[in-house]
């Protein structure tokens, strides 16, 4: 493996319609100019980037590997020479459906992909109530690629709110996780940016969260702010609502240092707990 310290990571904040053929063009268009205007070597799109977050709409979008949807991100990736962690679409294999993200690396090559393990089953009365187990079934198996800068992990939404998977993926060598998301407007004012900002210093890692842009016309309003945080906590780049490109530089030495000077993954106690898989 080459050892390159600095990549610069770009989120795509798209607006997502219900229809997935101007979502793709959207998305594509994004990922050209995070390539040629801010010079990313590493682009994230948002969760149910090519269809709207609602279960009426899962099982219609859904793709069979590859389908159309992982093969434009692939041919993408090559042409562009880029990484493409490419949020995340409804995925049928059988008779299940999952919420699936596919990533590919600078030759097109499908790198890995992750299942949603923890599916977003609430009920917050008098707000938002979502059940996605009534359309999509459990991913099983934590996210880990291995790309040419460091080790990245990757989750979706929900999964950001156990700090188990999270802690499990930095175990088996992530120094960056990626998280395509869609909160919403109830629990992304309450909690978006405080999980980005915790998981980051608790794990020491590069945080990435990328939403959807808020569409007031959706049935599911996503909250936007699509976020990096650095390994020390700092935002150091953050969406608005609308649709943007937000850009950082990635700082592997950076981050080395913050592990060493404040040595919190040495210091757990794994002869009083530790985490299995
Ligand atoms: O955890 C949350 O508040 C939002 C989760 C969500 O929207 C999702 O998992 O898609």
């Not at 159309?68 to 008779?95: F, H, N, Q, W």
Request: some cysteine; proline content about 5%; glycine content about 8%.
């Amino acid at each position: 493996m080459i050892s390159v310290k600095k990549l610069t990571l770009s989120v795509c904040q798209m607006m997502v319609s219900d229809k997935k053929e101007d979502n793709l063009k959207k998305a594509e268009d994004m990922i050209r100019r995070a390539v040629n205007d801010d010079g990313a070597n590493l682009v994230v799109l948002p969760e149910m980037f090519n269809c709207p977050y609602n279960n009426s709409y899962f099982p219609g979008f859904a793709e069979e590997y590859p389908g159309p949807t992982a093969g434009m991100l692939s041919s993408l990736a090559k042409e562009l020479g880029v990484y493409i962690i490419g949020g995340s679409i409804s995925e049928r294999e059988g008779d299940k459906i999952y919420n699936t993200s596919y990533i590919f690396n600078q030759e097109g090559k499908l790198l890995g992909s992750h299942r949603k393990m923890h599916l977003f089953d609430i009920d917050i009365e008098g707000e938002i109530t979502f059940k996605e187990s009534e359309t999509l079934g459990r991913g099983n198996i934590p996210t880990v690629i291995e790309t040419d800068f460091c080790k990245i992990g990757v989750a979706i939404c929900y999964d950001m709110r156990f700090p188990e998977l999270m802690r499990l993926m930095v175990l088996e060598g992530a120094e960056i996780i990626v998280i395509p998301a869609a909160f919403n407007m109830t629990t992304g004012p309450a909690h978006w940016k405080d999980l980005i900002k915790v998981r980051a210093i608790d794990n020491q890692v590069y945080f990435v969260a990328a939403s959807p842009a808020r569409n007031m016309k959706a049935s599911y309003q996503p909250y936007g702010h699509s976020a990096i945080a650095n390994p020390w906590g700092d935002f150091i780049a953050m969406a608005g609502e609308g649709e943007e490109i937000i850009t950082g530089e990635i700082d592997l030495d950076y981050l080395e240092k913050i592990r060493q000077q404040l040595p919190l993954l040495k210091h757990r106690r794994t002869d009083v707990y530790h985490i299995t898989y």
